[in-house]
């Protein structure tokens, strides 16, 4: 199965509004106890989600993962960081594309892939306020000619 490809749990549109993904890598994900069934039910956001590279291993920080309902005393904290399992290579790949100035990770969707949770994790460069208005006007463009086509099929 090509990455990116699975049952989509979350995804972070914001990431794709306030920066330009130059590359993604699929990643797994490191949980504790009840954190799976809480995903798989669908109560994980990672709006605020951002990764960094410490000491060789990437962590995910700022994901939300509700608590389990029936989970009780076996219960995780919700906002625990997460450690991203990625190859060697990828990672030594990363941290010299991060050191450079204006790039970042992000994780951009979570899904399941083959009963395994996965993160596509996005090399991400910040825009700038002029770049997300002229990306707002181009969406609305492409809709505008979408809807104009729609209505002429109609005729």
């Known amino acids: ?5 699975g049952k989509v749990v979350a995804q972070n549109k914001k990431a794709y509004h306030d920066y330009f993904i130059e590359e993604t890598y699929e990643a797994g994900i490191v949980l504790q106890g009840t954190e799976i069934k809480s995903i798989r039910a669908g109560k994980v956001n990672l709006k605020d989600a ?3 590279i410490q000491n060789g291993e990437v962590i995910l920080f700022g ?13 995780h904290d919700p906002l625990r960081t997460r450690k991203l399992l990625l ?9 010299g594309e991060t050191k450079e100035a204006g790039y970042a990770l992000v994780p951009l ?9 996965k993160v596509l994790v996005g090399l991400a460069k910040g825009k700038k306020n002029y770049d997300k208005r002229e990306a707002l006007k181009q969406k609305e463009a492409k809709r ?3 809807r104009a086509f729609r209505d002429r099929q109609k005729m």
């Open 63 to 75: 994901m939300h993962v509700s608590p389990y309902e029936q989970g009780n005393r076996y219960n």
């Open 1 to 5: 199965m090509p990455k990116g490809v």
């Open 144 to 146: 505008e000619i979408e």
């Open 109 to 117: 969707k979570l899904y399941l892939k083959n009963g395994f949770c």
């Open 87 to 95: 190859h060697k290579r990828e990672i030594n790949k990363l941290i």
């Open 50 to 52: 951002y990764a960094r």
